[in-house]
Structure formats: structure tokens, C-alpha cells
């Protein structure tokens, strides 16, 4: 909750400044490079625990990202509780099935086929983590009234990606799942009307016999993704 008095602009140096050679900057720039393409999105884990410290890091992680008018519209919820993940298991399975049963129409199903995904989705109870993305679609002052969030989907996408990197960075696995519609997600984690989630994020571990399917190393290469004018 914010104060209203505490909204006045005020410059303040930049803390935290870095400095780097061209060809540091180039070195760091590969380094991460390499590491960023270790990141797999996986549907098999080991349900080998993971210290509830490490999550709390990465999302602490995931809230330095920049939102719109600084708002930071989104919120966390990370579940490791048995019982609820098995709850978001069955409501998300209740969904998928109609989403695989004709709701999703024969395109996206097809679009889907060399992932290898269907509406079993043991992965909800198996990995030790569920972290479920709200996105705050309105925020309230420290007087009850509410103030407007801007660029919500941008701001609340950037977090994600910045969530994503971190639990990889920590040596974890991730699996986004977007279940379709999600509002039985406030329901069970009990959220206000104000937020709408986004995705179930799971995390932790691989499992011994975790796959990738083959297509999802397919990457565009860099002239199908960049454009550049530096002339």
C-alpha cells in the first residue's frame, strides 16, 4: 500500500553505478549469453525440495523490475502446501480438458502438437513449487481510495521474465502454465477482485528422465529477430 505523502519527486543520484570496458561489457554480454541458453522449460520434476529462502530471493529479484509510473502492479503467491497444489492441479486439469476437447479449435491444437502437451498436468503437484503471477489491475492509497495502474500486461511481463531468469540463475527449472479461464486461481488462494492471474509458474528440479521436445530448440536466428540503424 502506498502513502500518498511519500508521492514527491525527488533526483537522487544514481546509486549502484557500474562501469565496464567495451571489452568487458562484451565478455559479460557472452558469458550471460551462454548461461541464458541453458534454460529449458521442462514438464518432468523431481520433487526434491527447495529451500523456501531461495524462492523468496528470486522474487525479491522479480520486484526490481520497472512497471509503468513505478506501481509495480503484481503479486506473487508461491505455494509448497501439498493440499493447495493439488487443488490448482485439478481445477487447472478441469480446464485444460475442455481447452483439448474443442475450446482451444484445431489450430492452436495443432500449433501445440510438436510441444508434446495434453490436459495431464502431474507437474502442478510434482514440482515443489507453484508460484501463481497476479496482475493488479488497481491499486489502493494508505486512505482506501483507488488509483489507476498503467501499462499492467507490459510492466507484470517483464517481472515474469525477470522471475524466470532468476530461478534458472539459482539452478532451477520452470514450466509456465496458463490455464484458461484462471479466475478459480483468486478463488483457492483467496486474492482480491483487483488482481487477475496471469500464469502458474512452476519450479524446481528436474526429474532423471526430463525431456525437452525437440522443437523448442528451434530458435529464430538473430536477423529474423533484429533490426538495427546505426548509421
Known amino acids: 500500500m502506498i502513502a500518498k505523502s511519500a508521492l514527491n519527486y525527488r533526483p537522487l543520484p544514481l546509486p549502484d553505478r557500474r562501469q565496464f570496458t567495451?571489452?568487458?561489457?562484451?565478455?559479460?554480454?557472452?558469458?550471460?549469453?551462454?548461461?541464458?541458453?541453458?534454460?529449458?522449460?521442462?514438464?518432468?520434476?523431481?520433487?526434491?525440495?527447495v529451500e523456501r529462502a531461495v524462492i523468496e530471493t528470486c522474487i525479491r529479484a522479480a520486484g526490481t523490475a520497472p512497471s509503468g509510473a513505478n506501481h509495480q502492479p503484481w503479486h506473487f503467491v508461491a505455494i509448497a502446501n501439498p493440499a493447495l497444489k493439488r487443488k490448482i492441479r485439478e481445477a487447472a486439469e478441469e480446464e485444460e480438458k475442455k481447452f483439448y476437447a474443442g475450446g482451444a479449435g484445431d489450430e492452436w491444437i495443432k500449433a501445440l502438437e510438436p510441444i508434446g502437451t495434453n490436459a495431464d498436468k502431474p507437474?502442478?503437484?510434482?514440482?515443489?513449487?507453484?508460484?501463481?503471477?497476479?496482475?493488479?489491475?488497481?491499486?489502493?492509497?494508505d486512505d482506501g481510495t483507488r488509483y489507476k495502474h498503467y501499462y499492467v500486461p507490459e510492466s507484470v511481463g517483464i517481472a515474469t521474465g525477470v522471475l524466470i531468469t532468476a530461478l534458472h540463475h539459482a539452478g532451477l527449472s520452470t514450466l509456465t502454465h496458463t490455464p484458461n479461464p484462471m479466475k478459480f486461481l483468486n478463488e483457492i488462494?483467496?486474492?482480491?477482485?483487483?488482481?487477475?492471474?496471469?500464469?502458474?509458474?512452476?519450479?524446481?528440479?528436474?526429474?532423471?528422465?526430463?525431456?525437452?521436445?525437440a522443437a523448442a530448440k528451434l530458435k529464430k536466428p538473430l536477423d529474423q529477430i533484429l533490426s538495427v540503424f546505426d548509421d
Do not use: N
Request: no cysteine; net charge negative; aromatic share 8%.
Open 22 to 49: 567495451d571489452a568487458e561489457m562484451q565478455a559479460r554480454a557472452d558469458a550471460f549469453l551462454e548461461d541464458v541458453r541453458t534454460r529449458h522449460t521442462i514438464r518432468h520434476f523431481s520433487d526434491r525440495p
Open 189 to 213: 488462494l483467496q486474492r482480491p477482485e483487483a488482481e487477475k492471474p496471469v500464469m502458474i509458474l512452476a519450479a524446481g528440479h528436474p526429474a532423471e528422465d526430463a525431456t525437452v521436445p
Open 123 to 141: 507437474h502442478l503437484e510434482i514440482a515443489p513449487w507453484l508460484i501463481v503471477v497476479f496482475a493488479q489491475r488497481w491499486g489502493t492509497y
